[in-house]
């Protein structure tokens, strides 16, 4: 189980779906952090290890400092059922560069309803952007809806796409209960002035020891159209009964779906 201290690293988690911006974002994150904090960043990819080597090549940290995990084909189970590759990648990390302030964790970002287990990150973002449309914000899910931050991404697109995002962030604070909302584009200075502000913040109750991790909720059962039944294939879901709300066996804790037929 991983040291619980405030003076271990803080694990920030970054979700989302695909392409919606969160290597982006991390890449801002360092740059804007760099100067002051030490960093380390970790990567889920299904087969490959692209978004690592994205960061490496933004040139935002030392190349050592971003690691890659392969997830396989069901990636969001690295970050959520069976965090073991992930934990390990953190640790592993955390020594090789101790003391480090922040350890960033891109998940695999295959589903609108994956998040982070509580056990692996201490706090997560999750990520959306103006072109997925206004109202996928309001059409909520738990990490939209409890994600620590739910940022707004690409605000600079929204005049392309019809997208008022003013309202979108509205219905988004709507459907948090009021839960932080962050409009973000990285070319609007003022808003990376305020992301960087909300990490501080975190970090510092982190060190504080008042941070609480939340679990946004386990992810909607979902389907897997590469699964093999020729009629559809799966209606799957990822076993949460074990009744251990921050799943502290984790790293012990075995990998099961409990599939059933559609
Ligand atoms: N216009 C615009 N494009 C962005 C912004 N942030 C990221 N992108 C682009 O969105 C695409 C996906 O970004 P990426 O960070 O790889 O998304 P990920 O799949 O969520 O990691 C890339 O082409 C980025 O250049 C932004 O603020 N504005
Ligand atoms: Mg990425």
Redesign the pocket.
């Given at each position: 189980m991983p040291e619980n201290t405030p003076t271990r690293a803080l694990r920030l988690g970054v979700a989302?779906p695909?392409?919606?911006?969160?290597?982006?974002?991390i890449a801002t994150v360092c740059r804007s952090l760099a100067d002051e904090l030490r960093l380390g960043v970790i990567t889920n990819d299904i087969y490959t290890d692209e978004?690592a080597r994205?960061l490496r090549s933004a040139g935002v940290l030392e190349p050592e400092r971003i690691r890659a995990v392969e997830t396989g084909a069901c990636p969001h189970t690295a970050i959520r059922d069976d965090i073991t590759t992930n934990l390990l990648a953190a640790e592993d990390l955390e020594r090789d560069f101790a003391p480090l302030d922040v350890v960033l964790i891109?998940s695999g970002?295959d589903n609108l309803t994956a998040t982070f287990s509580p056990a692996l990150v201490d706090a997560q973002i999750f990520?959306l952007d103006v072109a997925g449309g206004g109202d996928v914000a309001r059409k909520g899910g738990p990490g939209i809806g409890r994600a620590d931050l739910l940022v707004v991404?690409?605000t600079?697109?929204a005049p392309y796409v019809g997208v008022d995002v003013p309202q979108m962030v509205a219905d988004a604070s709507v459907a948090r209960e009021g839960r932080a909302v962050l409009a973000?584009?990285?070319?609007d200075v003022a808003s990376i002035a305020a992301l960087r502000a909300w990490v501080l913040g975190v970090l510092e109750s982190h060190r504080r020891g008042t941070h609480v991790p939340q679990d946004p909720g386990p992810m909607a059962p979902h389907f897997h159209a590469d699964e093999e039944h020729p009629e559809g294939g799966f209606v799957h879901a990822h076993d949460e009964t074990s009744g251990d709300e921050h799943h502290a066996s984790a790293p012990h804790h075995v990998h099961s779906h409990s599939d059933t037929r559609k």
């Open positions: 989302g695909v392409g919606t911006g969160k290597s982006s974002l978004d994205f891109e970002g990520v991404n690409k600079d697109l973000l584009s990285r070319s």
